[in-house]
């Protein structure tokens, strides 16, 4: 209260005194209009030039950053693509090497069994029926020019004879039949064995073409690559995404292992290493020793895993001779086997542990020990024990998805940066533009303040020069709305 | 490389110097006196339920005495039992049970003082667990909280529990509280003040200990 009458000329007249220092503010403020106003204009415009200088200065980088990303992502996925369509000739050469081995013997076996059927159809061919005697007998008969009784018992005797003939003749050719319906019923398992071999043939040839269609595909994204092609590229983004997904899915699955993993030698460990030891205010050291084990355990499966050449992490071990890589491939199995036996005592000591720990406080509490089932109380030490020694081993692969969501991260992290100076970039240059436009806002803004020494400028002028300036006010007026 | 392995070094060196002067701060060291004059003799299956609790509660590497309070009790001969748990936890279970089997035999053998000397005990308390060079030191006070001094007892000058927690514990009142109450609120007033002058941290009561044994250790 006290400062704002020291202000006051009239202390007793508050209206008065405010109203005087708002004229002579007025007047003041008439009086740095101009130079106001250009301050107002420099800083909108520095502001809004600077803006979007560094908006510029962002698209450009993103742009030279997205062109980055993009070669490594064509080569990482031509790589890829090299090694997956590599692995299908491989494929293809194994069928073919083996296939093709069986394919001459497949072939005489084919070819015995198509000897076989011939001759066999050769045999069951159509015996014609001999022709029958008595034909020539009636045409001796018909050659008699006399009648009588030998013509009719002559024919009796034919008519007997053809009988008997027509007789055996018909049994002989049912014999026959029945042979040959004998030789074909023998040739069925030829058949069928041809029809497998036939159908075995029909199914490599399927799987060499299915091969052969992979290969295609895979040649056709190859060729995407080295065009590279919008649509490939985006495809290999998305699959770099979708792998982060999966592999992060993975790691929190093997996390979990891990935690588990740590829970069951924590406590043991710090039988070793002292459970009042403290590395730092809150980190126990035994929890960092059963951290390390941990720890230790992963980097040996990565190193198995290394050089097995499952995961390419390392070059140099990739690069290394055969059999400097079978040497670390047995070291680093040799020492995963160690500590996952080394994990089982301590999941075993553990048990002891909590075992020793319980009967502590029955004993504290005076309470009875509750009756052991022998058996019962064995199977979660026993479980504890196998968990110890397995975990290790399942936590060796974690360098798969661990090497794919490296691979992938690159990739995704990239996009995104891309993305979030685009995203910068475009804020920014919009900032530019509103500090543009609020040079314009401000100036009236300050104008509104001095409307009443503006009016008396205005009729002052409109005074001594006539209405010209009254035409120039609209003018100006369009021109403030335009801009 | 050298300069990563330099790194390297040095960073094990401050965790190596940090683990060191780390390790004693988190340990707990608690010493109990137990009131035996007069009635609080009697008390002595509560004491021993306390000290059950406490062999439960602290970890290894952690501190735990128990000492009687007599006539006169600044002096050794009147610590029961105690024990500085060894790092391992299978060695610290077997020195709790020791230590559980020694305060079974006291309770059975004990016998009532004439006088009261808390003072006393604190002071010996107070030496005790700055021996051992404990993180947090609590000084646990099994009595009704009324001392009785003998005659050429001096304890009527300044003590010093520097960053002590002082707990009592069974404050039960006596014929004369249940009387005057003011007699018991006042008597723990001027303990509370007495302590915090000596530079206690903490001062805490607690009579249920059906529910509230937790408190004992629990800096709040």
Same mark, same amino acid.
């Given at each position: 209260m006290t400062n704002w009458n020291s202000w006051l000329f009239w202390p007793d007249h508050v209206a008065l005194s405010v109203l005087v220092l708002a004229l002579i503010a007025m007047v003041f403020l008439y009086a740095a209009r101009k130079p106001m106003h250009g301050i107002i204009h420099s800083t909108c415009t520095l502001m809004s030039h600077s803006l979007r200088f560094v908006s510029r200065w962002l698209f450009l980088a993103a742009d030279q950053m997205g062109l980055r990303n993009q070669s490594v992502l064509l080569a990482h996925g031509q790589e890829s693509e090299?090694?997956?369509?590599?692995?299908e000739f491989e494929r293809v050469g194994n069928i073919l090497r083996k296939d093709m081995q069986e394919f001459p013997a497949l072939q005489r076996k084919m070819l015995e069994e198509a000897t076989r059927?011939?001759?066999?159809?050769?045999?069951?061919?159509?015996?014609? +029926?001999? +022709? @029958?005697?008595?034909?020539?007998a009636l045409e001796s008969v018909a050659q008699i020019k006399s009648g009588g009784d030998i013509p009719r018992k002559l024919l009796e005797d034919i008519s007997k004879s053809i009988q008997k003939i027509h007789d055996k003749t018909i049994a002989e050719f049912r014999r026959s039949y029945e042979g040959r319906h004998k030789i074909l019923h023998a040739m069925q398992p030829s058949w069928r064995t041809v029809e497998k071999l036939m159908g075995e043939m029909d199914k490599k040839m399927v799987t060499l073409q299915t091969n052969a269609k992979q290969i295609d595909v895979h040649i056709g994204k190859f060729e995407g690559i080295r065009a590279k092609e919008n649509k490939t590229e985006h495809a290999l983004t998305m699959s770099s995404f979708v792998h982060l997904a999966i592999s992060s899915l993975v790691m929190v699955i093997a996390l979990g292992g891990a935690f588990i993993n740590y829970k069951l030698i924590a406590l043991p460990m710090s039988e070793m290493v002292g459970a009042s030891d403290y590395l730092m205010s809150n980190l126990k050291t035994s929890d960092v020793a059963a951290l390390v084990i941990i720890l230790m355990e992963a980097s040996m499966g990565l190193f198995l895993l290394e050089s097995l050449r499952i995961t390419q992490l390392f070059p &140099?071990? /990739?690069?290394?001779?055969?059999?400097?890589?079978? &040497?670390?491939?047995? /070291?680093?199995?040799?020492?995963?086997?160690?500590?996952? /036996?080394?994990?089982?005592?301590l999941a075993l000591m553990r048990d002891m542990l909590v075992a020793d720990k319980a009967s502590l406080m029955r004993d504290l509490a005076s309470i009875a020990p509750a009756p052991s089932d022998g058996l019962l109380t064995r199977i979660p030490m026993i479980g504890q024990m196998i968990m110890g020694f397995v975990l290790p081993f399942a936590l060796a692969f974690? /360098?798969? @998805?661990?090497?794919?969501?490296?691979?992938?991260? &690159?990739?995704?992290?990239?996009?995104?940066?891309?993305?979030g100076m685009r995203g910068l970039g475009v804020t920014l240059r919009f900032l530019g533009l509103l500090f543009k436009r609020l040079a314009k806002v401000f100036e009236m803004a300050y104008d509104i303040t001095i409307v009443v020494p503006l009016m008396v400028e205005r009729w002052v002028l409109t005074m001594r020069t006539g209405p010209s300036v009254e035409m120039e006010e609209p003018a100006f007026s369009k021109q403030r709305r335009a801009a | 490389m050298k300069k990563s392995l330099m790194i390297l070094a040095l960073s094990f060196g401050m965790v190596s110097s940090g683990a060191c002067s780390d390790n004693r701060m988190h340990s707990h060291g608690v010493y109990m006196l137990v009131d035996t004059s007069g009635t609080y003799a009697h008390e002595m299956g509560k004491a021993a339920k306390i000290v059950n609790y406490l062999l439960a509660t602290l970890n290894p590497g952690d501190s735990l005495a128990v000492a009687k309070?007599?006539?006169?009790?600044?002096?050794?001969?009147?610590?029961? !039992?105690?024990?500085?748990?060894?790092?391992? +936890?299978?060695q610290a279970t077997s020195q709790k049970r020791v230590f559980k089997d020694k305060i079974h035999t006291f309770a059975k053998e004990i016998k009532g003082s004439a006088y009261t000397d808390i003072t006393g005990g604190l002071i010996q308390g107070a030496e005790y667990l700055n021996e051992t060079k404990s993180g947090i030191k609590t000084i646990v006070i099994?009595?009704?909280?009324?001392?009785?001094?003998?005659?050429?007892?001096? &304890?009527?000058? +300044?003590?010093?529990?520097?960053?002590?927690?002082?707990? !009592?514990l069974n404050v039960t009142k006596l014929g004369t509280d249940n009387a005057d109450p003011r007699l018991y609120l006042d008597r723990l007033a001027r303990w509370e003040a007495r302590v915090r002058k000596a530079g206690a941290t903490e001062w805490v009561v607690v009579n249920d200990l059906e529910h509230n044994l937790e408190s004992i250790l629990t800096t709040r």
């Open positions: 090299a090694v997956t369509i590599e692995r059927m011939e001759d066999e159809y050769r045999k069951c061919g159509v015996v014609p +029926p001999p +022709p @029958p005697e008595w034909v020539t &140099r071990i /990739a690069s290394m001779d055969d059999r400097m890589r079978r &040497r670390l491939m047995i /070291a680093s199995l040799a020492f995963l086997t160690i500590l996952a /036996a080394i994990e089982s005592s974690v /360098a798969i @998805p661990f090497e794919s969501m490296i691979h992938s991260m &690159r990739t995704v992290v990239g996009v995104c940066l891309v993305q | 309070v007599e006539s006169r009790s600044f002096t050794e001969k009147d610590i029961v !039992a105690k024990v500085t748990f060894d790092k391992r +936890p299978s099994f009595s009704d909280m009324q001392e009785e001094l003998g005659k050429g007892t001096i &304890r009527d000058f +300044p003590i010093s529990l520097d960053g002590f927690r002082v707990v !009592a």
